[in-house]
């Protein structure tokens, strides 16, 4: 812990992930949102280049979904699926098991975000083998860099360093491995696994959006039909078109046998995720007569259901995947066409609407900027009238499949000149080294 003298303690909202200098500055505090801009609590409007946190996918203010929503509210405020099962519920499902274009998944579990999603796969992919009396199957592997959020379950499987030994999260049963390497995943293979119950995969990892290769996902497919372990595909990001598919799995050389979505599913309106299980497994528990012990109080509402089944339709009424390709090809050539006049080297990752522009230290290229100059490139370019998304050593680039040409435009505009005043400041530079902080730093 620093020595620094305390400030006295001011009370209110302690907003996560924020520093105590941020917490009650107006230029942070959001105000209201509308289309695909935002206001701050300082009266500034910025147009938002991360659609939310990566959830708002057909920008502020939709009226079907509100309109849905609300109706729910009015007419059935709150019915669970806790014991019992409800009609919004059951409505969201179907239109949840109609994405994929597949019979292959039979059941949707409601969650309520990301991360108790995610903590209810982890339970679920290790009670399958033990029905079938396997109990000593119960390793699950993620990702080294990746994020699945961050309650104690998932924070296990994120595989960033945030902590988790800190916290006591329980590391034992989980390893992780470095992405597009299928040799470490081989080796796993050989050393463990009969005792490897799944494997989690984001298929572009959110933090850096890091595609994993068409020959990556060859071996984790043949993976899977020589060991039988289930393969998880955490689209809580990718999901809802994100990458161009509904569903970044899709391509996938073999489906996913259970499929997490989350952040595009209500366009941002509701606290909401869903878990898309392979009708194989569904039999399997069928025919065992057994339960999966999770429950939310919260899933499956009728409001967060609405808010499914709307957001699904207006995704069809607006074209949602065709406007987001073209606003995916827009910002692609407008990323290129910008990289070489910025006062420092870049280089680009990700697909689709999931992109982040990797910066050099100007003075030393090759060299990834550090996270100050990240920070001062995030606020540069908000102040410049944009809001985009830290990222390793990079900003990511997340918007709206609803956006324009001209509003790819507009913040390209915001990033170049955030990059000028940055670089104006000697801001891109690495600092003098100090000693270490502590800090943790978290992508989403
Ligand atoms: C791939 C992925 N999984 C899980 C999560 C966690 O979701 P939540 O914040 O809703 O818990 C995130 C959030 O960014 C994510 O990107």
Redesign the pocket.
Same mark, same amino acid.
């Given at each position: 812990m620093s020595a620094r003298p305390a400030d006295p303690v001011r009370r209110g909202l302690w907003p996560a992930l924020m520093g105590p200098a941020d917490r009650d500055r107006d230029e942070l505090c959001l105000v209201g949102a509308t289309g695909h801009q935002v206001r701050f609590a300082d009266g500034r409007m910025a147009l938002c280049g991360t659609s939310g946190l990566?959830n708002t996918n057909l920008g502020y203010g939709n009226e079907a979904i509100t309109e849905a929503a609300a109706g729910a509210l009015r007419d059935a405020s709150y019915l669970s699926v806790f014991r019992y099962s409800n009609e919004y519920a059951r409505a969201a499902a179907e239109a949840l098991l109609a994405l994929p274009g597949t019979e292959h998944y039979a059941r949707v579990l409601f969650s309520t !975000? @990301? @991360? &108790?999603a995610?903590d209810a796969v982890l339970k679920l992919v290790r009670q399958l083998p033990a029905l079938a009396g396997q109990t000593g199957r119960r390793t699950v592997v993620g990702l080294l860099g990746s994020?699945? @959020?961050?309650t104690y379950g !998932?924070f296990s499987l994120t595989g960033e360093n945030l902590g988790q030994q800190l916290y006591g999260v329980d590391p034992r049963f989980v390893r992780h491995v470095r992405p597009n390497v299928p040799a470490d995943l081989v080796e796993l293979f050989e050393r463990e696994g009969p005792r490897i119950a799944a494997v989690v995969v984001?298929p572009v990892l @959110?933090t850096g959006t890091v595609e994993l290769q068409q020959g990556y996902l060859d071996t984790l497919v043949a993976l899977r039909d020589e060991w039988g372990f289930l393969l998880v595909a955490?689209e809580? &990001?990718t999901g809802f078109g994100r990458t161009g598919p509904m569903f970044a799995s899709s391509t996938w050389p073999g489906r996913p046998d259970v499929l997490v979505t !989350?952040k595009g599913m209500t366009n941002g309106t509701s606290a909401a995720?869903a878990i898309l299980v392979s009708e194989a497994i569904v039999e399997c528990f069928d025919r065992h007569e057994q339960i999966l012990v999770h429950a939310e109080t919260q899933a499956g509402t009728p409001v967060s259901s609405a808010a499914v089944v709307a957001t699904i339709a207006e995704f069809e009424r607006l074209g949602a995947l065709r406007t987001g390709a073209a606003a995916a090809v827009a910002l692609d050539a407008g990323l290129r066409r910008l990289q070489p006049g910025l006062p420092a080297p870049t280089s680009l990752a990700g697909r689709g609407l999931f992109r982040t522009l990797h910066v050099q230290d100007p003075d030393a290229p090759g060299t990834p900027v550090p996270g100050s100059a990240v920070a001062a490139l995030v606020t540069a370019v908000r102040r410049a009238g944009a809001v985009v998304h830290p990222g390793p050593a990079g900003i990511q680039l997340i918007p709206p499949l609803t956006y324009t040409h001209a509003d790819v435009d507009q913040l390209l505009e915001c990033v170049t000149a955030g990059f000028e005043v940055v670089a104006a400041q000697g801001g891109l530079r690495a600092p003098a080294p100090t000693a270490p902080s502590g800090a943790l730093e978290v992508a !989403?």
């Open positions: 990566w !975000s @990301g @991360g &108790a995610n994020y699945h @959020g961050l !998932s984001e @959110g955490d809580v &990001a !989350s995720a !989403s």
